[in-house]
């Protein structure tokens, strides 16, 4: 299976800050992931497919980048609704795998 | 409004089953993979089963092979998992998902599976 090493997996950042979050797969995945937001008691949601791909009706604040075994999620002049938690998956080859999260915290 | 509907969760005790059905509201599953996704109390999300839209190709986590079946039906816009021989470590709650080959676009709000004796 495909491991997907994501980090950090706490960070705690301030309104307006721009803050990355990584994740490395195992092997390559060429473009084939995704990056979801989730706050508690909720389900996902999808923000970013094939790596760069901004979802519909998701803010432009967010981008990804990265292709093969490297990816990132920025988010750009954080805002309140902004702290929650994001996870990667690849979707690439089965099984899929998700990173283990990266809970982002208000300072 | 666009969404899944999960039903079928609940308290099982370890050994026995369930199982979770899954409904569209307001979309179609057309054309589109459907997974389920569980997540086990303070913990991260897990993928546990993909099926194709014409049900010709199905995946599952290591984990609950043998133990799980992901089907779907097509006319009535809805995906199921049979859950037999539930573990302790079965116990979450359990997301479908919609993924039309660009992410996993919808998600249902979670129906809640304890497996407990």
């Known amino acids: 299976a495909i491991q997907m090493t994501q980090s950090p997996s706490s960070l705690s950042a301030s309104v307006g800050d721009t803050v990355t979050i990584s994740c490395r797969a195992s092997?390559?995945?060429?473009?084939?992931l995704g990056w979801y937001q989730q706050k508690p008691g909720k389900a996902p949601k999808l923000l970013i497919f094939?790596?760069?791909t901004l979802h519909s009706g998701v803010p432009s604040r967010f981008t990804g980048s990265g292709s093969d075994t490297d990816f990132t999620l920025t988010i750009s002049g954080l805002q309140p609704e902004d702290f929650a938690t994001y996870y990667c998956?690849?979707?690439?080859?089965?099984?899929?795998?998700f990173g283990q999260g990266t809970k982002l915290e208000i300072k | 409004e666009v969404q899944l509907v999960e039903t079928g969760g609940g308290l099982v005790k370890p050994g026995g089953s369930l199982r979770l059905s899954c409904a569209a509201v307001?979309?179609?599953?057309?054309?589109?993979?459907l997974n389920w996704v569980r997540q086990a109390p303070g913990k991260g999300l897990e993928w546990v089963s993909s099926?194709?839209?014409?049900?010709?190709?199905?995946y599952y986590i290591d984990s609950v092979k043998g133990r799980f079946t992901i089907s779907r039906d097509n006319a009535q816009n809805s995906v199921y998992l049979q859950m037999n021989s539930l573990r302790a470590e079965d116990t979450g709650v359990y997301y479908c998902?919609?993924?039309?080959?660009?992410?996993?676009?919808?998600w249902g709000q979670g129906t809640t599976v304890s497996v407990s004796s």
């Open positions: 998902t919609r993924d039309g080959s660009f992410g996993m676009d919808v």
């Open positions: 307001g979309l179609t599953f057309r054309g589109a993979r």
């Open positions: 099926i194709s839209h014409s049900s010709s190709h199905i």
């Open positions: 092997q390559g995945i060429r473009n084939d």
């Open positions: 094939a790596a760069s």
């Open positions: 998956l690849q979707d690439y080859d089965y099984p899929f795998t």
